[in-house]
């Protein structure tokens, strides 16, 4: 009995797969280290401190943003 050949075609497929799952369990890691490291139960940082922390993380994208925008704008 003749096997299925295994093509460059099935070869892209099973790459394209496998880059699939990667990225899924990177998803996923990168979420559980973000909730590893912004866990208060070892009274590292405090909610307050926490909630600054988002701030400035968040502000590290929007501010140069902020800046080109307002730099093109004047």
Avoid: C, H
Wanted: charge should be positive.
């Amino acid at each position: 009995m003749a096997q299925k050949r295994f093509t460059f075609a099935d070869a892209k497929k099973r790459i394209k797969d496998l880059e699939d799952q990667l990225e899924k369990e990177v998803a996923k890691a990168k979420t559980e280290a973000g909730n590893l490291i912004l866990d208060t139960s070892d009274k590292v940082f405090t909610g307050k401190e926490l909630k600054k922390i988002r701030f400035l993380e968040l502000w590290a994208v929007l501010g140069p943003i902020a800046g080109i925008i307002i730099g093109l704008l004047f």
